[in-house]
């Protein structure tokens, strides 16, 4: 059976933890840094909290981004994705899918719920 020891996943899960800066919430997904954070992007927050990597259920590793509440949301449309960027490097670090669609209108504020990334065991 193929292993990984958890250094391995930390390492990469650790990037999230102490480069990310900035959770976009876009219209559909982001493949660049400047797709989430200028062209698809409706919500941005720089209050993005992610925690150190930790045991995933059903084994692996993963790190928890914290809930936000204080998203300012720069256009009108419908939200799809998320895209964690680090600014000081313009990286795109992660993207993924909501896990509902929403309706946003410009000058509000929005609130994402905490959710996780993780990488999987080996199989």
Known sequence: MATLNDRVFDNGLTVLDTEANR????SQEATTYTE??????????????IGAPAD??????????AAISDGS??????VTHYAIVDTSNSRL?????LSAS????????FSLASFTIGIP???
């Open 23 to 26: 959770i976009d919430v876009t």
């Open 36 to 49: 989430a954070t200028s062209t698809y992007t409706l919500v941005s927050s720089t209050s993005l909290s």
């Open 56 to 65: 995933r259920s059903g084994g692996g590793r993963e790190v928890t981004a």
């Open 73 to 78: 949301i720069s256009g009108s449309g419908t």
């Open 93 to 97: 670090l992660a993207t993924g899918s």
């Open 102 to 109: 929403q309706s946003v209108t410009s000058g509000n504020t």
């Open 121 to 123: 065991d080996p199989s």
